[in-house]
């Protein structure tokens, strides 16, 4: 599955009405040159493998990829968490996206359930439509005529889309700058690399983040049903230990490592998509740009899988040969709105896009006078 756009009628937290964002190119591809950043999701449907928010802090990047995750749960869980969206206004949906040859369209009305200990969004209304990619389409799809999909159930009432049923868990993750959501899914990408690449391969991912550890293996659960892992450091004798004490004696940047590179290893021969907040978080420019060029080495990503991420490092914008998918993130007041580099922003060809970024070519850099400001607080004390 590879989602195409989304769209938010009424907005969600301080996203405007209509805001959007689209995955889709918005420049011209060459067809017959080589593309590795992109794939050709059928004719006439090129597909960027990586998507990128950009903007200052406390722009709404963080809120734009919440949103994404929460579209990925809908279609891997059939399920969404509360949103902290208010009570009375119901949130509403739009998502395009592409599977196995058709594009499909859908829209899900959902509310939040005042019932004390309900954690999932309540659907008050939803639809799924169809149709197949034709010449006549517009680059943006905006002209697409759909038709509608007989196969699928609504389920009014529930808190379960019946999404799943038609299109399956997917290998797409959202994983967002928190140690210990990492480290809660580190058992999971020990067990899925070390059955798909062996144990070999496993100890060269765990390496690349600590050559220390002699042995790290997931062996199952304990009685109480918390995981439990085989753990050596070279000198030391292997213990059986748990998720706490791998928590104090592995670093936070090598969990973060390990989980993230493992995540886009399975996804490399699942498909799907990889959503990461604050991509640089732990790590030095060089680990994420390598990450970056994994994706677009179709030796490696076998399946066309999809980084789809916020950033704070300008370098990384220079990663990827395209402008289109990159996005800028803004936000006025309690308005976040988004525009696209590509589109809105009269992009200089000739420079490096992180020199623009720099230099305040989107408007994304701190405040200069509100710094001065609390420079000459500091120096009166």
Do not use: W
Not at 137 to 147: A, G, I, Q
Not at 331 to 353: H, P
Not at 356 to 376: G, I, P, T, V
């Amino acid at each position: 599955m590879k989602l195409l756009k989304i769209r938010l009628p009424n907005g969600y937290r301080m996203l405007v009405p209509g805001f959007e964002i689209s995955f889709l190119t918005k420049t011209r591809v060459d067809k017959d040159a080589t593309n590795h950043d992109l794939v050709f999701l059928e004719e006439g449907l090129p597909y960027p493998l990586e998507t990128v928010f950009v903007g200052k802090n406390s722009s709404g990047k963080t809120t734009v990829m919440d949103l994404i995750g929460d579209v990925l749960a809908l279609f891997s869980f059939g399920r969404i968490e509360d949103p902290t969206i208010k009570a009375d206004e119901p949130f509403a949906l739009e998502v395009l996206f592409h599977e196995s040859g058709v594009i499909y369209d859908y829209y899900g009305v959902f509310h939040l359930d005042p019932n004390p200990g309900r954690r999932f969004l309540t659907i008050v209304r939803e639809r799924l439509e169809k149709t197949v990619m034709k010449r006549h389409y517009r680059k943006d799809l905006s002209n697409c005529v759909f038709e509608p999909e007989e196969r699928f159930l609504p389920n009014p009432g529930g808190d379960t889309s019946h999404l799943t049923r038609l299109f399956g868990a997917q290998a797409s993750v959202y994983l967002f700058p928190n140690p210990t959501a990492y480290l809660g899914n580190l058992h999971l990408v020990l067990s899925e690399v070390g059955k798909r690449f062996g144990a070999e391969t496993l100890m060269k991912l765990i390496h690349l983040f600590d050559d220390s550890v002699e042995l790290l293996e997931y062996v199952g659960s304990k009685e109480n049903g918390t995981p439990a892992f085989r753990f050596q450091r070279k000198g030391e004798e292997p213990v059986l230990v748990g998720l706490d004490y791998l928590r104090f004696r592995l670093s936070a940047g090598t969990i973060r490592g390990i989980t993230l590179y493992g995540t886009s290893m399975i996804a490399f021969i699942r498909g799907g998509h990889i959503a990461v907040d604050e991509i640089e978080e732990n790590f030095n420019k060089n680990l994420i740009g390598n990450l970056i060029l994994m994706f677009n080495d179709p030796s490696v990503n076998k399946a066309g899988a999809s980084l789809i991420y916020s950033t704070h490092y300008a370098e990384l914008l220079d990663e990827t040969s395209r402008c289109d998918n990159i996005n800028v993130v803004h936000r006025d007041g309690c308005s976040i709105t988004l525009k696209n580099m590509a589109t809105d922003y009269a992009t200089r060809t000739d420079l490096l896009r992180s020199s623009q970024f720099d230099e305040n070519a989107f408007d994304n850099l701190m405040n200069y006078d509100r710094l001065m400001d609390l420079k000459e607080a500091i120096r009166a004390l």
